[in-house]
């Protein structure tokens, strides 16, 4: 792919309210914290990044018909995301609250719009990006039944024109209800996979992370474990491991880092980087991200 091809992501967009609290939840009572209203959702976060690079980019998702809907689009193309997305009557443009303390994030999630994304939508938006060289998936949308023949049918035309695909496997616990051995028969022979460490223990066991990406490059091609503060692993299907480790930063929030990781990592290797050098430049987005409150870069 040359750097001049366009990246297609399919997934998510989503309303976050971020809360970054000053201590432990007080359950039943108050907890102050710093609360910020804005973009978010997987795809949609990815997109921002991609784009915040310099590389064109295309979002394909759905919003309601309603001012958060708009809000979010509007953001996004600002940022320079060309935007296809959907606006569906009648459903609520989907949203997250997100309580972040102490390094980690819990989500709080109504999906909305995001489970009336259709294959037909998207093999619209990607007939309409005919200079594109690669689609990235967020597996949000593999995991909600309502969209999942949209993330399937996104890989399938991916495919169909000869891009190169990758796949984020998004969160663990819907992984855990849609069952391993599924979710790797939906994602077979993608370009790279994207797991965290949660995620690479649903898919493959309680592993050290090299063993979780060589069980997983029987399903992807490249498989890349994301440990957070611990770093990165690649691994494909010739062998090759590649370790890197994470830059050591203050955390302020870690809403979106894996985000801006899969953007940095992509960015690089579609550009023509070797695995060591694309986690580096995965890394360096993911510690920007969480050095700031919120998924989005900053302008």
């Known amino acids: 792919m040359s750097r001049a091809s366009r990246v ?6 989503i309303t976050d309210v971020v809360a970054v609290l000053s201590g432990p939840l007080a359950t039943g009572s108050d907890t102050p914290a710093e609360i910020r209203f804005g973009g978010g959702g997987q795809a949609a976060n990815t997109a921002a990044w991609i784009a915040a690079q310099g ?5 394909v998702g759905a919003v309601g018909d309603d ?17 296809a997305v959907d606006r569906v009557g009648g459903a609520a443009t989907g949203t997250v609250v997100v309580l972040a303390a102490d390094g980690e994030r ?3 999630t109504e999906r909305g719009a995001n489970l009336r994304l259709t294959a ?13 060289g690669h689609l990235h998936l967020s597996a949000y949308t593999l995991l909600d039944a309502g969209s999942r023949g949209a993330g399937l049918r996104a890989l ?20 855990r209800r849609v069952g391993a051995a599924a979710f790797l028969a939906w994602v077979r022979d993608v370009d790279l996979l994207l797991v965290n460490a ?10 050290d992370p ?4 060589r069980v997983l490059s029987a399903t992807a091609r490249r498989v890349v474990v994301k440990r957070g503060a611990a770093g990165a692993v690649w691994v494909d299907r010739t062998a090759t491991v590649s370790v890197a480790p994470a830059r050591r930063v203050a955390v302020v929030d870690v809403t979106g880092a894996g985000d801006a990781f899969a953007a940095g990592l992509l960015t690089a290797w579609l550009g023509g980087a070797e695995p060591q050098a694309a986690l580096a430049r995965a890394g360096d987005l993911g510690a920007l991200a969480v050095a700031t409150v919120g998924a989005r870069p900053t302008r």
């Open 8 to 13: 297609v992501i399919v997934g998510d967009v």
């Open 67 to 83: 001012a958060a809907g708009r809000d979010r689009v509007a953001e996004l193309s600002d940022g320079g995301v060309d935007c």
């Open 210 to 213: 090299a063993a979780q990406a």
């Open 120 to 132: 037909a939508h998207v093999e619209r938006a990607l007939a309409e990006a005919p200079d594109a």
């Open 106 to 108: 819990t989500m709080v």
């Open 198 to 207: 949660d995620e690479a223990t649903v898919l493959a066991g309680g592993l």
């Open 156 to 175: 399938a035309a991916a495919r169909e024109r000869g891009l190169t695909t990758s796949v984020d496997a998004a969160s663990a616990a819907p992984l």
């Open 55 to 59: 590389v064109a980019v295309t979002l």
